[in-house]
């Protein structure tokens, strides 16, 4: 049963967070898997005869949001809508929202939110369009709005409440999982939470990972991040305690910044062949120091493709195997290459360790995928069915030749 949250963050302005904790849904966008589930952040501010609502819940939860926003205000008093992000997990329960509010309301976004805003939702009446940049003073408060395209789509902006060093950011510094806490007060439930961070930014924004870097510069270039009070994003928690730590991580996942040792290795396995050459290659691994996190497909285990990329960011290297199928890769591996190749396309070194019956192909497919990417094929070793001891010596052999490109 999904949580709501109702929590007052400011006395001046009046500023309450409205979350709810969405333990229902199994697939982000119909493809992620998130058994951690994810919350939707609202946040209402009143001030100066002023009532500002930013964002909203997905339509799933329009009545539960109405009924929460109710218990602090009635809806016809809400006077501006920032709508920072169209994707329908934040604007879904708008309509009702705007149904209660009489539709008074003046609704602030960009120009392209504002189409979609007609588009998705019929939405089209008292929308303003805003400029990136812009500033507009409501009630004793100025609102500059930022525009931070394609985190996550082109409509996207944020809000940064001049006076008090406060940024609405939306998707931007969000993360999956449903956090027992609101906020990052709490030291374990934030190293708890990172990593269900690392996935979020792959599997939703990872396409986009050049417009992160670049929107992150620009942030920077603002001089607004530095001395931010507080990051309210759409999902997750929010940072008070201490916003530059999700900004700086952030920045490690656009960047790939790895940790030290660990390797990741990804492989299918239908009888045991490649999982083979899989264990003598992470024998090696071992050997020379590295932490191999390690993925199978079998015939008894599919691990969800999302918490596969989610560990690519702050690997060293990967190492990939894969059995010939029908003159093509496995169609697990296939499917898990095509998201890597356009979610986690990082300059990190791959090994690839092919095994097939009468004819390799899985190897060569990989590697002609891998030298189109931003990957660094280090090398391709085919085995003919089991695995030899001559194959067992160029499997180390490679697993060392990829050690040396990390400096060991
Ligand atoms: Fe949380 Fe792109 O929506």
Redesign the pocket.
């Known amino acids: 049963m999904p949580k709501v949250w109702i929590e007052k963050l400011l006395d001046e302005p009046e500023l309450y967070l409205l979350r709810i904790d969405d333990d229902q849904v199994k697939y982000f966008e119909a493809t992620w898997d998130i058994p951690e589930g994810i919350t939707y952040n609202a946040y209402l501010m009143k001030s100066d005869n002023v009532v500002v609502l930013f964002d909203a819940w997905k339509k799933d939860y329009a009545d539960k949001f109405l009924e929460a926003l109710s218990s602090i205000v009635d809806p016809k008093d809400i006077t501006h809508i920032i709508v920072h992000?169209t994707?329908p997990?934040?604007s879904g329960a708008l309509p009702k929202v705007l149904e209660a509010n009489g539709y008074k309301a003046k609704i602030i976004g960009t120009a392209f939110a504002k189409r979609l805003l007609e588009s998705l939702h019929g939405i089209k009446e008292n929308v303003r369009a805003v400029k990136d940049g812009e500033e507009l003073k409501i009630g004793n408060r100025t609102l500059k709005f930022i525009a931070l395209p394609w985190l996550?789509?082109p409509d996207t902006m944020i809000t940064y409440l001049v006076e008090d060093k406060i940024i609405f950011s939306?998707?931007a510094w969000?993360g999956y999982s449903i956090p027992e806490r609101v906020d990052d007060s709490d030291e374990g439930v934030v190293e708890r939470y990172l990593p269900h961070v690392t996935k979020y930014i792959v599997t939703?924004i990872g396409h986009y990972r050049k417009y992160l870097l670049e929107n992150a510069e620009k942030i920077k270039n603002l001089g607004i991040v530095d001395d931010v009070k507080m990051i309210l994003p759409?999902?997750g928690l929010i940072w008070h305690k201490n916003p530059q730590k999700i900004l700086q991580h952030y920045a490690n996942v656009g960047l790939g910044a790895s940790k030290k040792g660990k390797i990741l290795v990804i492989y299918d396995s239908m009888y045991g062949f490649v999982e083979r050459s899989v264990e003598i290659a992470v024998d090696e691994l071992k050997k020379l120091g590295f932490e191999p996190v390690v993925y199978r497909f079998t015939d008894k285990e599919a691990l969800a493709v999302s918490d596969i990329l989610g560990d690519v960011p702050d690997s060293e290297a990967l190492i990939i195997g894969a059995s010939t199928y029908e003159a093509n890769v496995h169609p697990r591996i296939r499917h898990t290459l095509y998201e890597l190749l356009d979610k986690a396309n990082y300059e990190k070194p791959v090994l690839v360790l092919g095994t097939f019956g009468w004819a390799g192909v899985a190897g060569r497919e990989i590697e002609a995928l891998l030298k189109k990417s931003k990957f660094d094929h280090v090398g391709t070793i085919e085995v003919k069915g089991r695995t030899t001891d001559e194959d067992e010596a160029k499997i180390r052999e490679e697993v060392r030749e990829l050690a040396k490109r990390l400096g060991r």
Do not use: K, L, P, R
Request: aromatic letters at 8%; hydrophobic letters at 15%.
């Open positions: 992000h994707e997990d934040h996550h789509w939306c998707d969000g939703v759409g999902h």
